[in-house]
């Protein structure tokens, strides 16, 4: 199956093993990269190798030693640009080189976000940090940018040496750098292979501190005391985790807690995962987004989609074994409440996208489409709905755990399609290929729009939320005195978004019926992100002008793209805001990550900086 986010040609070539030294230098906002690849030919007389590269300088090639001609290809808008390499003699299938590049990145390459001191929580310190998934790689070194190929690396990392350098591997000692001594080298090992979009590098002034006997909890020294005592249940996660699905094999699970213009809620880089500071005052929405990045240590790390239009099957397995976790944690009812506000959310990711947009089908074409356009929840959680709707189907959660666990066995380090899946989930339900043929196979996968089927789900802890949502919808102007503070005073910080998700999809409230929510919730005040973003989203579809400033301050001071472009946009949509929400955004993009800010100015039909 090509790739259709790469130019590299996995059926020609794999990269085995890569080697680099990276000298990073703030001042100029540049990573000098020399990299070292284990090449292996997959057939006969390969005279060229093609690599994906973007907005990045090529200073040299050679190949086993001996000087190699090469030449960049057309620059593509988002793919960047292929880097043909001409090899110095012709290779044989199964024959390995050494291939060494000596590179240069861009100070805008879309991979990186440098921060001057004044953006950390320190403020005397530079700071930087990665995201390569899903096509960034290439602009940090030249690479086959493709999940479909994965390989073991090693890293020798130069950097100031007041400040501490961490990757996706394993730490491997740090030397003092010989021709400098104002710097220092630390070294990294993964000997586990991995995809390119999980090479992760963070430099900045960290501090680490134990969190449990697998767990270093790292952050800048003012976040770290209310960090350590927050992650506190990560290796309880990782326990249930192996009683679900098998031995943990990347030896350390390390949490960085990053600045806050980082665009994920986390990310599952290997050993070192990275995560928001905004889950920190989260209730157990923390525990969610902890429980979902140890899960991809089974699912997307160690089993990989093959190519990006297959990313359910990286996310939808990882909700999935999340919200057996969640269960594990806090009980069966709350897993399937959980369940029930992801269908909830991927309703409102179909309204965001319409409901005939290709885009929402559970595997899209994606070719010529930037997948940082395409993120959404719908892999995430139409995924999910198709796994939860299976377990149904095919025997409740243990039988259909016993599928998941031979899957990771079966495929693990490797990288799969959905027709490897399906072929796979066939043969180990063999007894049950009368059910699964009656599944609408076309409908959840190649269908836009909401899925052919709803699972069922427990509605316990949603009854109240549906009760409460339902009795504000129907609100007369006159009944609103009839609302108070004990509405909510038994409800969870979950069930609380969830009465506010519910509120999303009606149609909009009225400023009167948002202001007496206020009176007698006080909901400005809710420091829970989740709750309080889509709280400043039902004010801001009810035209209520009071919470303008609320919501532009929400949208600068952290950059979390789930947060950060729906408030944008709903801001850009009320009139009255419209043109101090462009400025705001003219003023800050800037210090936005590369990502979030090309996608916010698209979102604002503003144009490229």
Known sequence: MADPSSFASPEKFNIKHMNLKLHVDFASCVITASTSLTVRSLQDSLASLILDTKDLTIKKVAVNGKDAKFALGTSHSFKGTPLEITLPFSLTRGQDVIVEIDSVTSPKSSA????????????????????????????????????????????????????????????????????????????????????????????????????????????????????VYEFSETEKMLKYAEDLVGP????????????????????????????????????????????????????????????????????????????????????????????????????????????????????????????????????????????????????????????????????????????????????????KVDILDKVDWKGWMHTPGMPPVQPKYDMTLANACIALSQKWVKAKESDLSSFNADDVKDLSSHQLIEVLTILLLEA????????????????????????????LRLCIRAKCEDVIPLALKMTTEQGRMKFTRPLYRDLYNFEKAREETVNTFLKNRSCMHPVTEMLVAKDLNISAS
């Open 248 to 431: 943990y094999v990347w030896g350390q699970y390390d949490l960085l807690i990053l600045p806050p213009s980082f665009p994920y809620g986390g990310m599952e880089n290997p050993c070192l995962t990275f995560v928001t500071p905004t889950v920190l005052a989260g209730d157990r929405s923390l525990a969610g987004v902890i429980a979902h990045e140890i899960s991809h240590s089974w699912t997307g790390n160690l089993v990989t989609n093959e190519t990006w239009e297959n990313f359910w099957l990286n996310e939808g397995h990882t909700v999935y074994l999340e919200r057996r976790i969640d269960g594990l944690l806090h009980g069966e009812e709350f897993r399937q409440f959980k369940a029930l506000g992801g269908w909830k959310e991927l309703q409102n990711s179909v309204n965001t996208f319409g409901a005939t947009n290709p885009l929402t089908n559970l595997v899209p074409n994606l070719h010529e489409v930037d997948v940082d356009a395409a993120f959404s929840s719908v892999p995430y959680e139409k995924g999910f709905a198709l796994l939860f709707y299976l377990e149904q189907l095919l025997g409740g959660p243990e039988i259909f755990l016993g599928f998941l666990k031979s899957y990771i066995q079966m495929f693990a380090y490797k990288s799969v399609t959905t027709e490897q899946w399906k072929n796979f989930l066939y043969s180990y339900f063999k007894d």
């Open 508 to 535: 909009p409230l009225t400023v009167s019926h948002v202001k007496r929510m206020q009176e007698v919730y006080n909901l400005n005040d809710v420091k829970n992100s989740e709750i309080r973003f889509r709280w």
């Open 112 to 227: 990186l976000q440098w921060l001057t001191a004044e953006q950390t929580a320190g403020k005397v310190h530079p700071y930087l940090f990665s995201q390569c998934q899903a096509t960034h790689c290439r602009s940090i070194i030249p690479c086959q940018d493709t999940p479909s190929v994965k390989f073991t690396y090693c890293s020798q990392v130069s950097v100031p040496k007041e400040l501490v350098a961490l990757m996706s591997a394993l730490r491997d000692g740090e030397l003092v750098e010989q021709n400098d001594c104002s710097r220092k080298i630390y070294c990294f090992m993964q000997n586990v292979p991995i995809p390119s979009y999980l090479i992760a590098l963070v430099v900045g002034a960290l501090e680490g501190r134990k969190g449990g006997p697998r767990t270093t909890i790292w952050t800048e020294k003012e976040l770290l005391e209310p960090s």
